[in-house]
């Protein structure tokens, strides 16, 4: 629609050197379904041929931007690496979805849906959401290719969840986790004069933003669409962590090596509590310091005190939480310990990240949590 109205404008006002028709007034070679998401989303060979392009923005309700990219040598190193990022986590949110999508239009025992109304809506939703993933994940690549850069295609990813609810709770803790990542995706933009890509960045915020409201209300538990008043922030490094912990399988000739130099992969943290309320609390945590080895070597598995580090609590836009890790117990290369939960003081509400760190600060925000962080990230989410 915006694309229409803007070259109306241009058109009636004699603005020569646009040339291209909106993308929205091509006709598509056939008609899309969501098994041609299903493809996409597996292969994504509109990465490489751009007449497939047009199917996949008439499924996503809309176009990739069609302004010029930023001239070669025009992006940072750090703006390389954030469009690194951000391609590997849209695939694999295209991924996501495209296996869910699969597994509600299958009926596989646990993603049933009975209420027809409801089935066709959610699948409706999830195919403009697949669709706009790609449309994201390309975006980033072909900003990358503008600059010679290397892409992450083609990962090959695993899906912790064997549930349409499970499936839906994790949905919404890793968009959230990306809702956070961006705010430092953007930051990190701004300081490096990459200022033409921070308002498409904001653009897909606010899409993700109405995703996550709509996935809440999906998990039925009475939740408000929106989560907060200010999202809770997180780093790439958490993100990247998160990633590389929990759901890629395997990249092309480790083409996510370029991220691994680039940003962290902590050891794995892991939340014993369950079914976590919204009252003050002691939580228990675990990490196996093997899960360590591959960022910080096997330095940390002797003679550590591990008494000695924090438990740190990013909530919202304020200063993280230091808590004292209580009750450490060390059998072998398994460490067990238990942490407070202040939820009352600071409505710990939303997402919250938890990371173990060497120190216990004070720390001035979650870059500096990361800093010194060696396991993370632990979500918990509340309301
Ligand atoms: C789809 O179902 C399969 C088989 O149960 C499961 O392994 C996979 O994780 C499911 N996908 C999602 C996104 O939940």
């Not at 292969?43 to 497939?52: E, G, K, S, V």
């Not at 991924?95 to 959610?122: A, C, W």
């Not at 009352?344 to 120190?359: D, F, M, Q, Y």
Request: aromatic share 10%; proline share 6%; with cysteine.
């Amino acid at each position: 629609m915006f694309n229409i109205i803007t070259s109306f404008l241009l058109a009636t006002c004699l603005i020569g050197g646009i040339s291209a028709a909106p993308a929205s007034l091509v006709e598509p070679a056939t008609t899309p379904s969501y098994t041609d998401v299903e493809l996409q989303a597996t292969n994504f060979p509109a990465l490489t041929n751009d007449n497939l392009l047009p199917p996949v923005e008439q499924l996503a309700l809309g176009t990739l931007p069609n302004g010029p990219l930023p001239p070669p040598g025009g992006i940072s190193a750090d703006g390389i690496t954030n469009l690194q990022l951000i391609e590997l986590n849209e695939f694999f949110e295209a991924s996501f979805f495209t296996s869910l999508l699969s597994n509600i239009t299958k009926n596989v025992p646990g993603y049933e849906i009975n209420d027809e109304k409801e089935r066709n809506e959610i699948i409706n939703a999830l195919v403009a959401i697949i669709a706009a993933k790609e449309l994201h994940g390309i975006f980033a690549d072909k900003a990358l290719l503008s600059q010679s850069q290397p892409t992450i295609r083609g990962c090959h990813f695993k899906f912790p969840t064997t549930t349409f609810d499970g499936a839906i709770a994790l949905a919404a803790t890793f968009t959230d986790v990306v809702l956070g990542t961006l705010q430092d995706v953007i930051e990190i933009f701004a300081i490096n004069n990459d200022d033409s890509l921070t308002r498409g960045v904001a653009s897909v915020v606010g899409q993700e933003g109405q995703q996550d409201g709509f996935f809440r209300l999906l998990e039925k538990k009475g939740k408000v669409p929106s989560e907060l008043p200010f999202l809770t922030t997180s780093t790439r490094d958490f993100a990247f962590s998160f990633l590389e912990q929990s759901v890629v399988v395997s990249c092309p000739n480790n083409n996510d090596d370029v991220l691994k130099q680039k940003l962290k992969i902590f050891g794995v943290l892991n939340l014993l509590t369950t079914n976590i309320e919204p009252k003050d609390q002691t939580l228990q945590f675990s990490f196996d310091l093997k899960s360590l080895d591959a960022t910080y070597g096997n330095s940390y598995r002797s003679a550590y005190d591990w008494s000695e580090v924090s438990l740190v609590y990013i909530n919202q836009q304020n200063t993280p939480i230091v808590e004292k890790v209580q009750n450490v117990q060390v059998d072998g290369i398994q460490v067990t310990f238990e942490a407070f939960f202040p939820y009352t003081e600071n409505l710990l509400n939303g997402l919250t990240i938890a990371a173990v760190t060497r120190c216990g600060g004070p720390f001035a925000d979650a870059s500096a949590v990361a800093e010194e962080t060696l396991f993370a990230p632990a979500f918990i989410e509340i309301n």
